[in-house]
């Protein structure tokens, strides 16, 4: 009988485990991501910053990062946002 319990303990761990990592990956937050720039007309990756616009519902907010600009700030239009 605590054989049955420690293993429905056990199978109650692995199922919290492996909520938290599908959150992690694919929640809210920085994520990176490709997308076709609408001004240049060429593919760039960009880190987006994905926040929960309603609940269940994420969108993109901020783009922070891009390889086409470099290492300087992204000052552009941000007309990928609506790509994303």
């Known amino acids: 009988m605590s054989g049955i319990i420690s ?3 056990f199978g ?4 919290w485990v492996v909520l938290g990592h599908a959150i992690w990956k694919w929640g809210p937050g920085l994520r990176c991501r490709s997308v076709r ?4 007309r060429v593919g760039a990756k960009v880190l987006a910053d994905q926040r929960e ?3 269940g ?3 993109v907010v901020d783009v922070k990062e891009c390889s086409l600009i470099g290492n300087a700030p992204v000052a552009c239009g941000k ?3 609506e790509r994303l």
Not at 37 to 40: A, H, I, Q, V
């Open 7 to 9: 293993l429905e303990i």
């Open 12 to 15: 109650v761990l692995i199922c």
């Open 37 to 40: 720039c609408p001004e240049k």
């Open 53 to 55: 616009g309603e609940f």
């Open 57 to 59: 519902c994420l969108r």
């Open 79 to 81: 007309g990928c946002l």
